[in-house]
């Protein structure tokens, strides 16, 4: 199936046109319809207002479980996208630059947010992290690479640390202090439709990173979502094989070595730059605990 489109018309087919008239008759307010209450985004705004607590939460496994069913369910069309849609049309030359990826926000409160981002062919979604945060990602359409870490500390249960790391504490052995361990997660190709990932504030991959390999549409729920004031602000890397530093040679070679990796922060990237395009699918009904 061919999922190409100018980005202008994903705005266009998300888009429900509003007629408004004035009148002097007070508008008849209904209760919402069952059918808006069990629709599959609603049910997701309403899982996450009761898995999302706040800040220094994390989901119960009870709640990660449900959410996780909910999205694994949940189609374009939950979201006002189509199918049949031409997605994401574009005519890059020879040299053009990598496209631009879009974003579109269904929902944001200060315990959690529910956005949606476009990637053109091609387009990248630079190594980030998700300092604090649980994130639920869902691949609605198309195809993508994922690769994505985890921070290698003394208080991670499911990694060790290599050899000399724990043992030889010396400062000739250690790397550079911008330089740091990180254990490889998923390193692969994604294509929809494909279970929900979870990435949890220290594990999971909570740093990771996007190219599309066809015109992708992705989910993300995120709680909290980011907040600079907040502490919660996104930084960058790029990832160093771990044997191609003369540290990481004199310590590790072979199978073992492909596990780690070296991240260096860095400057927010160019590629990091997103166009904001505004949501016009299926709406969510709030409720006053959310």
Known sequence: MTIEVRLADV???IRKKKCCRKSNRKTKRFPPSPAAVSSPLQRLYMACVDAF????TVPSPTDVQKLCSILDGM??????????????????VVGEITPKVACTTIYQSEKFSLCIFFLPANAVIPLHNHPGMTVFNKLLLGKVHIKAYDLVTSNNSDDSMPPSQS??????????SQF?????KADGVFTAPCDTSVLYPTSGGNIHAFRALTPCAILDVMGPPYSKKDGRDCSYYRDI?????????????GEGSERYWWLQEIEVPKESEMEGIEYMGPRIIETRSS
Do not use: C, I, W
Request: hydrophobic share 35%; aromatic share 6%; net charge positive.
């Open 53 to 56: 607590k706040g800040v220094g």
């Open 75 to 92: 189609m374009a069309e939950d979201v006002g996208l189509s199918r049949n849609l031409q997605f994401f049309k574009t005519s890059r």
């Open 11 to 13: 705005s266009k087919s």
């Open 180 to 184: 740091k361990l990180a254990s490889l």
């Open 241 to 253: 094989p771990f044997e191609a530093m003369p540290h990481g040679q004199a310590v590790m070679t």
């Open 167 to 176: 043992s030889n504490n010396s400062d000739d052995s250690m790397p550079p």
